[in-house]
C-alpha cells in the first residue's frame, strides 16, 4: 500500500514520495473526492452577513449538489438542495435573489423559506398531500467566524471536531483565533480566481513557503523568514507565527504603513505576525494585525477550482473606505498578487499531473513534509478509491 510508505522518506533520501499524477487527473478519483470528502464534510460556503434582510439568498456548489441558503423570517439561516420536490427543477435560477417565498417556475410550487410546501396549483383539492414532506430538502447548517458552513452528510461529522478542532491543532486553541473577532469583521473586497488547477494542488502549494522565495517577491519581502522557505504551518501541530521584517510597517504590497488600526483585542505574540491555517477541506484563514484573508474554494472538475477570497476589516474601516476617506488598496494588493502568483504555479504544474514522467508522482522536500500528512489524510478518507 502507497499509504506505508508515506511516512518513509525514499530509500536514501530525504525526499517523501507524492501521490502518483493519477490522483489529480482522474475522474472517478475527483468524483469519489466529491463524494467522501465535498459531499460529507463542514464546507464554508458565503459570508452569512451577505444574507443581510429575510428571503435573501443565494445559491452556491457543494459537491456536486447546488443549494439555496437562505435567512428565514426568524432571521436564522437554512439550506435546501435547489430541487423542486414536485419534478425536481432547479427551484432558484438566478445566483441570489430577495423574495417571500421560493417559487418553482415549472408548475408553481411554492415554498416558504422555511423550506414546507405552502402553495401549489390545485394544492387545496389534495389534502393528503404532506406539506413538509414535499418541502424543500434541507441539509446541516452552522454559523462560525461569521460565515456559514454547511455539510450535505445524512449524520454530519461533529463541527467541533472537524472544523474547531483543525483551527486548534494550527492556532494553539480555538480562542487564538477569537482575539482576530472574524464575525465582527466586514468584507472591504472579495476576488474570485478560476483556477486550471486540482483542488489538492492549491492546498498542497497554501500548505508549504518553499516555493515562496521563488515565486513571491513581495511578501518575501514582507515576511523574510519565508525568503528560507520555512511555511507558517508546522508539522504536529506547532504553532508559528511568521513574524514582519524590521523595516515593515504593515502586511501591504509595499510593507509600508497601511493607515489602519490594529484589530482591537489580539495577544502581544499576534502583533506584527502572520498565521495561517488550512481548515480541510476547502478553507484557508490568513491573519495579521490589521485584516483577515479568508479562503474558500469550490472544486469544480478534476483540472478546475473556483477560489474565492474575502479581504476582512473592521466594520469602521469599511464605512471610511466606502465613504472614499481611506484606502486598503495597498493591503488588498498583497495577497491579490500571492494569489496570482499562487494559481499560476498551479496551473503550470496541473498539465504536467498526466504525463508519463510524473505518473509515480513527485517529492516532498524536509520542509514540506506536513502537506505528507494531508496525503495521509487523503489516502484514509478514499481507502481503496485512492490506490492509484
Ligand atoms: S418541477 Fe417544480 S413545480 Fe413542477
Ligand atoms: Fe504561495
Given at each position: 500500500m502507497i499509504i506505508d510508505h508515506l511516512d518513509q522518506p525514499l530509500p536514501g533520501s530525504s525526499l517523501h514520495p507524492t501521490p502518483s499524477g493519477r490522483a489529480y487527473t482522474d475522474p472517478e478519483i475527483f468524483r469519489a473526492e466529491q463524494a467522501e470528502i465535498f459531499e460529507t464534510m463542514w464546507?464554508?460556503?458565503?459570508r452569512a452577513d451577505s444574507l443581510d434582510q429575510p428571503g435573501r439568498w443565494k445559491t452556491v456548489t457543494v459537491g456536486r449538489e447546488e443549494i439555496i441558503v437562505v435567512r428565514t423570517r426568524t432571521a436564522w439561516i437554512?439550506?435546501?438542495?435547489?430541487v423542486c420536490a414536485h419534478r425536481g427543477m432547479r427551484v432558484c435560477t438566478a445566483p441570489e435573489g430577495k423574495n417571500r417565498t421560493l417559487q418553482c417556475g415549472y408548475h408553481a410550487w411554492t415554498y416558504a423559506l422555511e423550506g414546507e410546501l405552502v402553495a401549489a396549483p390545485n394544492l387545496t383539492s389534495m389534502p393528503d398531500v404532506n406539506r413538509q414532506q414535499y418541502g424543500l430538502t434541507p441539509v446541516h447548517v452552522r454559523q462560525w467566524l461569521g460565515?456559514?458552513?454547511?455539510s450535505l452528510a445524512q449524520d454530519p461529522p461533529s463541527f467541533d471536531e472537524e472544523v474547531l478542532g483543525e483551527v486548534s491543532t494550527r492556532f494553539g486553541e480555538v480562542e487564538s483565533i477569537d482575539n482576530y473577532g472574524i464575525e465582527d469583521l466586514r468584507l472591504a473586497e472579495s476576488k474570485t480566481y478560476d483556477v486550471r488547477a486540482n483542488w489538492k494542488l492549491i492546498i498542497e502549494n497554501f500548505m508549504e513557503c518553499y516555493h515562496c522565495a521563488t515565486i513571491h517577491p513581495e511578501l518575501t519581502e514582507v515576511i523574510p523568514e519565508w525568503a528560507d522557505g520555512l511555511a507558517s504551518q508546522r508539522a504536529g501541530g506547532e504553532v508559528h507565527g511568521s513574524g514582519f521584517g524590521e523595516e515593515i510597517a504593515a502586511f501591504t504590497v509595499d510593507g509600508s504603513e497601511s493607515g489602519l488600526p490594529e484589530l482591537p483585542s489580539i495577544a502581544p505574540?499576534?502583533?506584527r505576525k502572520y498565521y495561517a491555517i488550512t481548515v480541510k477541506p476547502q478553507v484557508f484563514i490568513?491573519?495579521?494585525p490589521d485584516h483577515v484573508?479568508?479562503?474558500?474554494?469550490?472544486p469544480v472538475s478534476e483540472s478546475r477550482t473556483i477560489v474565492v477570497c474575502d479581504w476582512l476589516f473592521l466594520p469602521e474601516v469599511v464605512e471610511r473606505v466606502e465613504a472614499g476617506e481611506l484606502d486598503v488598496s495597498r493591503s488588498v494588493e498583497l495577497f491579490d498578487r500571492v494569489n496570482l502568483q499562487d494559481f499560476e504555479a498551479c496551473e503550470l504544474t496541473q498539465?504536467?499531473?498526466s504525463s508519463k514522467a510524473y505518473r509515480h508522482g513527485g517529492a516532498l522536500v524536509p520542509s514540506e513534509h506536513h502537506i505528507g500528512e494531508f496525503h495521509a489524510w487523503w489516502y484514509q478518507v478514499l481507502g481503496e478509491q485512492a490506490d492509484t
Open positions: 464546507n464554508c460556503v458565503l437554512q439550506a435546501y438542495y435547489n460565515y456559514v458552513w454547511v505574540d499576534q502583533e490568513n491573519t495579521v484573508i479568508f479562503h474558500r474554494m469550490f498539465p504536467s499531473m
